[in-house]
């Protein structure tokens, strides 16, 4: 039984480029949510996606978005990088809205060079 | 403000010894509080839950309200505890529901 899953695992990019990652939830569930977690610190809360709508977003700028597609699957897009951006960036899954089993990916590396 | 507080970056403890890692929490209203685990080049799991109180690979942890603490506790390390160790509190607000985190402790047991 697959977990959640990611790609790519580990990328670099040059400032001022966009990047995007992947994830695809455990099957059936059908909330995703992201966060970023840069070294040393505990993962941050980006974005939660249910049914293909944003559900909640936190404190970060506007140069990042998410989207779900019908299969539940989503993308997470940054764009304008910085070296600031550099972080693992973790995708969730849960069942639903109500459920608090949150089951986590590996995650994707992503250096800005 | 909702906020995880874990004091500790990093604990060491030989084997046999007992373990605690603290957590302080900062949330208005009832709060649901989480410990995860990322053992060496592993993804973030589910160590336990509060309203499960269920003891998981020899860990429990208390929901103590009046002092706001959600502290890990095993009586006796293993070196297979060795790991990062991340309090977390659910957070829910309309239909939103996300975790914060605390920074984490390193959890080192020497042999």
């Known amino acids: 039984d697959a977990g959640v899953t990611q790609s790519p695992t580990h990328l670099i990019k040059t400032r001022g480029q966009h990047v995007t990652l992947r994830c695809s939830p455990i099957?059936?569930?059908?909330?995703v949510s992201w966060y970023q977690q840069v070294l040393g610190q505990g993962p941050q809360f980006i974005f939660q996606?249910?049914?293909?709508?944003?559900?909640g977003r936190g404190n970060f700028p506007d140069r990042f978005s998410a989207r779900q597609f019908p299969n539940y699957s989503s993308e997470l897009n940054v764009n304008a990088l910085l070296l600031g951006d550099s972080a693992l960036y973790l995708c969730?899954?849960?069942?639903?809205?109500?459920?608090?089993?949150?089951?986590f990916g590996e995650g994707s590396w992503l250096t800005v060079v | 403000a909702q906020r995880v507080t874990q004091p500790e970056k990093l604990l060491s403890v030989f084997k046999g010894a007992p373990v605690e890692l603290k957590c302080n929490y900062s949330?208005?209203?009832?709060?649901?509080l989480f410990w995860y685990v990322q053992y060496s080049r592993q993804r973030l799991q589910l160590l336990l839950r509060?309203?499960s109180r269920e003891s998981i690979k020899g860990f429990t942890a208390d929901l103590n309200k009046g002092e706001t603490s959600f502290h890990l506790k095993k009586p006796f390390a293993q070196e297979e505890d060795s790991a990062m160790y991340y309090c977390a509190l659910s957070s829910r607000g309309g239909a939103t529901n996300k975790l914060i985190f605390g920074t984490g402790t390193l959890l080192a047991v020497q042999p």
């Open positions: 969730a899954s849960t069942l639903d809205l109500g459920v608090n089993t949150i089951y």
């Open positions: 996606y249910y049914e293909k709508e944003e559900r």
């Open positions: 949330y208005s209203g009832s709060p649901e």
């Open positions: 099957s059936g569930h059908k909330s």
């Open positions: 509060h309203i």
